[in-house]
């Protein structure tokens, strides 16, 4: 069983870091995508950030240069560092696996919500 549990978020002022954790059980990061999405109020979930089972990541155009994806698979964690925020990087943000063991689908975490003051 898949479970993804995120941590880290808060309120956070313009300009601010944050650091977003995901614990996950039930895959092995060598043979998961995982990756990073939000969602404002009102809006669709976006992708943010993504890194394959091989180490291979990709940004949102939004967040490039800004926002860093990793992993460590002794701690079986995801994380998302975050800095220079801005008011508009404001959301819920969520963990995604895709693998074996999700059946190939994608598995949510509860979410975690960042708010950026400006």
């Known amino acids: 069983q898949v479970q993804l549990v995120e941590s880290g978020g808060g309120l956070v002022q313009a300009g601010g870091s944050l650091r977003l954790s995901c614990a996950a059980s039930g895959v092995i990061f060598s043979n998961t995508h995982m990756g990073w999405y939000r969602q404002a109020p009102g809006k669709q979930r976006d992708l943010v950030a993504t890194?394959?089972?091989?180490?291979?990541?990709d940004y949102a155009d939004s967040v490039k240069g800004r926002f860093t994806i990793s992993r460590d698979s002794a701690k079986n964690t995801l994380y998302l560092q975050m800095n220079s925020l801005k008011p508009e990087d404001t959301a819920v943000y969520y963990c995604?696996?895709?693998?074996?063991?999700?059946?190939?689908?994608?598995?949510w975490g509860q979410g975690t919500q960042v708010t950026v003051s400006s």
């Open positions: 890194i394959t089972s091989g180490g291979s990541t």
């Open positions: 995604n696996a895709r693998g074996p063991a999700t059946g190939g689908l994608r598995a």
